[in-house]
């Protein structure tokens, strides 16, 4: 397998949509870091200073990683349909389980490296804003569970552009799949910080006045706000957002539940590529 890692890593420096991705990654995060900023400096100016932190925006971007991981893995993975790779490699001995490994360490490796340029261009923010909240350990702690999360989204692209012969299906696939995430981690998210008390507006003689609050019926509670929390845990796209809020105080169910869906997805994945048929 060593090889075929060899082959994969030469492949993927070469690879121009790669270095693309690398480069948009780059400046997005810079763009980014200066708008939120100067948007922050904007508002210590009008007496707000209790919103100036760096970490508050640092960690913005994490719950759009996968739409990259998305596309970069699948157009990797469907190139070697489409080029011949896959079977030319099952010819010279190579077998399925080594192919399938060999990829999906790869995809892992080009998702870490948009990851690392993401969270390296972020740093231009200390020029602008030199103060953090969060502990240095929690840093590090939010780094690992970045890294795991993109370990899970990697192993479900790679399977599908495994399973997949054509590049634009599996690219349209992986994109939709991580859509879905980000749509139900959001749903899911919107309902947890939902108050539970909730006040209205009425018309008196003196005016327009707050009514007395009440409960409000769309407040989770009991095993549906249970549920509904494990599920933003255990979802990599719902991870990014309780990330990107700084709202992640408990990481082990999210490291756990990571390290749990890259094992599984790239087990069933495996078991499935040995019987798909190649011609």
């Known amino acids: 397998m060593i090889k075929l890692l060899r082959a994969n890593m030469l492949r993927l ?18 763009i980014m870091m200066i708008m ?4 922050e400096l904007s508002w210590a100016e009008l007496g707000y200073t209790d919103m100036m932190s760096f970490d508050k925006m640092y960690f913005n971007l994490t719950p759009l990683l996968g739409i990259f991981f998305a596309v970069m ?8 349909y ?32 948009v990851v690392a340029v993401w969270l390296l261009s972020g740093l231009v923010g200390l020029f602008l804003i030199n103060e953090w909240y969060l502990p240095p350990k929690w840093v590090l702690i939010y780094i690992l569970v970045i890294l795991l999360l993109s370990s899970a989204m990697s192993a479900i692209f790679t ?24 749509v139900v981690s959001t749903t899911v998210s919107q309902a947890l910080s939902a108050p539970e008390m909730m006040s209205g507006y009425q018309l008196t003689s003196n005016g327009v006045e707050m009514t007395e609050p009440e409960p409000n019926p769309g407040y989770l ?28 105080t408990e990481p082990a169910l999210p490291m756990i539940a990571s390290t749990l869906i890259t094992v599984f997805v790239t087990g069933i994945g495996m078991v499935i590529f040995k019987k798909k048929d190649l011609k």
Do not use: W
């Not at 489409?82 to 399925?96: A, E, L, M, P």
């Not at 509670?221 to 709202?247: F, Y």
């Open 159 to 182: 399977l599908i552009g495994m399973l997949m012969s054509s590049k634009a299906s599996s690219a349209v696939i992986s994109i939709i799949v991580f859509v879905v995430m980000l």
């Open 13 to 30: 420096r070469k690879n121009k949509l790669f270095g693309a991705l690398l480069v948009i990654m780059a400046g997005l995060s810079v």
């Open 221 to 248: 509670r009991g095993v549906s706000r249970d549920i509904a929390e494990a599920a933003m845990d255990i979802l990599p796209t719902g991870q990014g957002l309780n990330i990107a809020n700084l709202s992640m």
């Open 82 to 113: 489409s080029d011949g790779t896959i079977r030319n490699k099952i010819i010279v001995g190579h077998s399925r389980s080594d192919i399938y490994l060999s990829n999906f360490i790869t995809s892992i490796v080009s998702s870490f490296a």
């Open 36 to 39: 939120n900023c100067k948007a």
């Open 73 to 80: 893995i699948s157009m990797f993975t469907g190139t070697e």
